[in-house]
């Protein structure tokens, strides 16, 4: 299968500062790439949809002030949590597909701590 | 709307046993795509199948087999001679085309394997 690769893996900052979590699609280009959010226990809660070349289409309730997401190659998305405070403590997850026949391959995930 | 569920929220079973993870999926579209993924211990989600709206047939990869029946909208998941290492989530997710075209994830399963 594709691979998604996610940097860094895991991120340690204190609060109010900004974070920047890298996705990339290593061996495919992808056209959209998804931004997701896991809490301990529960399933996947989607962020936004970035398709390259353009604004990335948000879910209700994200604030994309403050989660700033930018696609500006077909094969790397960045997230970037501003002003970060202990409430965006999470696990971040991308992923990417070619189109939407395609399957949506996953990123390893980035464990965020805002101390 | 589309809706995923997976009713067994934890299964435990003993090494060697047989366990079948139940998917139930809602769309009143007639093109989609099911999928399977694996999200062990280590957080990255792992695919592991993806089936269309068209092509009934089961499918059998080593241990693992899907039964695909859209008379009763299921898609489940077999794991036959269960091991340590099938210790995980296992998320069912659907996807339509004409849709929203996201997506759409069940909660989960977490299957615990004991030696």
């Known amino acids: 299968g594709a691979v998604v690769s996610q940097h860094p893996s895991w991120v340690i900052c204190k609060s109010g500062t900004s974070v920047k979590i890298e996705c990339r699609s290593l061996d495919f280009q992808a056209t959209t790439m998804f931004w997701y959010r896991q809490f301990p226990k529960q399933s996947l809660m989607l962020m936004a949809t970035?398709?390259?070349?353009?604004?990335?289409?948000?879910e209700q309730g994200v604030e994309k002030d403050k989660f700033l997401i930018n696609h500006a190659s077909l094969t790397l998305s960045t997230l970037t949590v501003t002003s970060a405070h202990p409430e965006d403590s999470s696990f971040y997850i991308c992923?990417?597909?070619?189109?939407?026949?395609?399957?949506?391959?996953f990123g390893p995930g980035t464990r965020l701590t805002v101390l | 709307a589309q809706k995923v569920t997976q009713a067994q929220t934890e299964i435990s079973v003993v090494e060697k046993e047989d366990v079948t993870l139940d998917c139930v999926y809602e769309?009143?579209?007639?093109?989609?795509?099911l999928f399977w993924y694996k999200q062990p211990p280590s957080g990255e989600l792992v695919f592991l199948i993806r089936?269309?709206?068209?092509?009934?047939q089961n499918e059998i990869s080593g241990r693992y087999s899907w039964n695909f029946q859209k008379s009763t909208s299921s898609f489940n998941f077999t794991i036959t001679a269960s091991q340590v290492v099938d210790s995980a989530v296992y998320f069912c997710a659907l996807i339509t085309q004409g849709g929203s075209e996201k997506l759409v994830f069940g909660k989960g399963t977490k299957l615990t394997v004991n030696p």
């Open positions: 089936r269309n709206s068209f092509d009934e």
């Open positions: 970035s398709n390259e070349g353009s604004k990335a289409t948000y």
């Open positions: 992923s990417a597909r070619l189109g939407v026949r395609d399957t949506q391959y």
């Open positions: 769309t009143r579209d007639t093109t989609y795509y």
